[in-house]
């Protein structure tokens, strides 16, 4: 019964592939969240989708794009990858963009 | 944007000692969330408290928030407790939203 779920745990790929992540909530939740954790374990947010619309988008490559087919999903698709998209990326949901936050256990990526 | 500082960076303690975590933010913020990453990478959200005092077992969370800090408390710690400590702030991104900035964490080793 969990939460938050995100799949796969891990992903091994070259680059130059494509990639997708995904992620389901059953918290009923209006707003979700992509976050990448780097190296030294900095949390930063990527994008943010509230009923259905991109409400935030930082300075990420547009090689990243969230795809939301309902309000309880919000998956990653990444182009091109290259060796520094390697790091862990979180999934995450909340009720309102001020609600509280629940994460998922995250996909630990690695673009060799 | 805003700024969320933590301390110590590094905590070690032993079993059964009690600890204080600090988190100080730059500005006014609307929330602020305290998280456990644990040795496994998962994030759960310990407290939601833009204000006030709340405990939860061994722990216990203030925010002060005319002071823009927050104190994080451990008490009687086990080796359990071990991971790294997150302060996120919710704070109003100018772009029609409210956006969830974490600090850097703080990592606590609990040895037996």
């Known amino acids: 019964d969990t939460a938050v779920s995100q799949t796969p745990k891990y992903l091994v790929t070259q680059m130059g592939n494509d990639k997708s992540i995904k992620c389901e909530q059953n918290l009923g939740h209006d707003t979700m969240y992509w976050y990448k954790q780097d190296s030294k374990k900095f949390l930063k947010i990527m994008f943010s989708?509230?009923?259905?619309?991109?409400?935030i988008n930082e300075t990420v490559p547009n090689r990243f794009s969230p795809k939301s087919p309902d309000k309880a999903h919000l998956n990653l698709h990444i182009n091109s990858l290259e060796l520094g998209d390697s790091a862990v990326y979180f999934c995450?949901?909340?009720?309102?963009?001020?609600?509280?936050?629940?994460f998922g256990q995250g996909t630990r990526l690695t673009v060799v | 944007g805003i700024q969320v500082e933590q301390s110590p960076p590094d905590l070690i303690l032993q079993e059964g000692a009690n600890s204080t975590l600090r988190c100080n933010f730059s500005d006014s913020v609307n929330n602020l969330q305290w998280f456990h990453q644990n040795p496994w990478g998962q994030l759960i959200n310990l407290f939601y408290?833009?204000?006030g005092t709340k405990q939860n077992g061994r722990l216990s969370a203030t925010t002060v928030a005319t002071e823009r800090y927050s104190l994080l408390y451990i008490s009687s710690s086990q080796t359990t407790d071990s991971g790294v400590y997150f302060c996120?702030?919710?704070?109003?991104?100018?772009?029609?939203?409210?956006?969830?900035?974490f600090g850097k964490g703080t990592k606590l080793s609990v040895i037996p």
């Open positions: 989708y509230n009923n259905k619309e991109l409400i």
């Open positions: 995450a949901s909340s009720q309102g963009d001020q609600g509280r936050a629940f």
């Open positions: 996120a702030v919710a704070a109003y991104s100018g772009a029609g939203s409210y956006q969830l900035t």
């Open positions: 408290i833009p204000s």
